[in-house]
C-alpha cells in the first residue's frame, strides 16, 4: 500500500515549549491529511482535516491555536503542539488520501511526551 | 457519519479463521465499510473495503449483507500476528461537501491464541 511516514517517531519535550511533528506522503500526492490523537487504551480522536493550500477543518472542542496545521505542499502536513503541557502527552497519527480519496493511509504515529 | 457496532473482543485459535461482526444498520446509500487494524502503539493498518459486492484482498475478505446493514470480516487463517484493535467504519466517498474522514469506535480486540 501507500507509504505515510512521520517524523519524529517521538519526542520528549519541556512543559511550555512547542513541538513540531511532520506527516509526509512518500509515494503519492495528498490533497487531504487528518491529524488523529489517541490516549492509552482509548480509540482514535479525530483533531483536524488538513488541506493543501488553505486552512485546516477542525473538530469540536480540539483548540486551533494550540494545534497548528500547515498543509504546504502536495506531500507534507504538520502539526505544532504550541505551549505543551503534560495532558498533550499522547500518541499523534496522521493519515492521508490515496487514489482519489477511496483509501486512507496512516503514519507510524509519533509519541509525545511533556514533562 | 452511520456509526458501527463491533463486540468489543473476541478469541480466536492460531490458524482457523476469525470472523469479525459490524452492524451499520444506518449506513446511508453512497457510504462505504471499511475496515482498518491496529497493533498496538503502531498506526492503523487498512486492511480492506467494500460498498455492497463481497471483497478479497490478500489479507482478508469482506462479506456484506445484501440490505448493507452488517457485515463480517473475515482473516481465512488467523496467526499470532493478526492480535489487533479491528476497527469497521463506514465512511461517504471523498467529494461533493464530503471530507471522506474516518471517525474510529473502540473497535474489536480479536487475540489469537495458540
Known amino acids: 500500500g501507500a507509504v505515510v511516514s512521520q517524523h519524529p517517531s517521538w519526542v520528549i519535550c519541556k512543559s511550555g515549549t512547542s513541538v513540531k511533528i511532520e506527516c509526509r506522503s512518500l509515494?503519492?500526492?495528498?490533497?487531504?491529511m487528518f491529524w488523529y490523537r489517541q490516549f492509552p487504551k482509548q480509540s482514535l480522536m479525530l483533531m483536524a482535516t488538513?488541506?493543501?493550500?488553505?486552512?485546516?477543518?477542525?473538530e469540536q472542542g480540539v483548540e486551533k491555536d494550540k494545534f497548528l496545521i500547515n498543509h504546504a505542499s502536495l506531500t507534507l502536513s504538520t502539526l505544532t503542539v504550541t505551549s505543551a503541557h503534560p495532558e498533550d502527552s499522547s500518541f499523534y497519527i496522521c493519515?492521508?488520501?490515496?487514489?482519489?480519496?477511496?483509501?486512507?493511509?496512516f503514519g507510524e504515529g509519533s509519541w509525545l511526551t511533556v514533562v | 457519519d452511520a456509526k458501527t457496532t463491533q463486540p468489543t473482543s473476541m478469541d480466536c485459535a492460531e490458524g482457523r479463521a476469525a470472523n469479525l461482526p459490524c452492524n451499520h444498520s444506518?449506513?446511508?446509500?453512497?457510504?462505504?465499510v471499511y475496515w482498518y487494524r491496529q497493533i498496538h502503539s503502531q498506526g492503523p493498518q487498512y486492511i480492506i473495503h467494500?460498498?455492497?459486492n463481497n471483497e478479497t484482498n490478500e489479507m482478508a475478505s469482506l462479506i456484506i449483507t445484501e440490505d448493507r446493514k452488517s457485515s463480517t470480516l473475515i482473516l481465512p487463517h488467523a496467526t499470532l500476528r493478526d492480535t489487533a484493535v479491528y476497527y469497521c467504519?463506514?465512511?461517504?466517498?471523498?467529494?461533493?461537501?464530503?471530507?471522506?474522514?474516518?471517525?474510529f469506535g473502540q473497535g474489536t480486540t480479536l487475540q489469537v491464541k495458540p
Open positions: 493519515s492521508a488520501s490515496y487514489n482519489s480519496g477511496n483509501t486512507i493511509y
Open positions: 509515494d503519492f500526492q495528498a490533497t487531504t
Open positions: 488538513s488541506n493543501e493550500g488553505s486552512k485546516a477543518t477542525y
Open positions: 444506518t449506513i446511508s446509500g453512497n457510504e462505504y
Open positions: 467494500g460498498l455492497k
Open positions: 467504519i463506514v465512511r461517504a466517498p471523498h467529494g461533493s461537501g464530503n471530507t471522506g474522514k474516518l471517525i
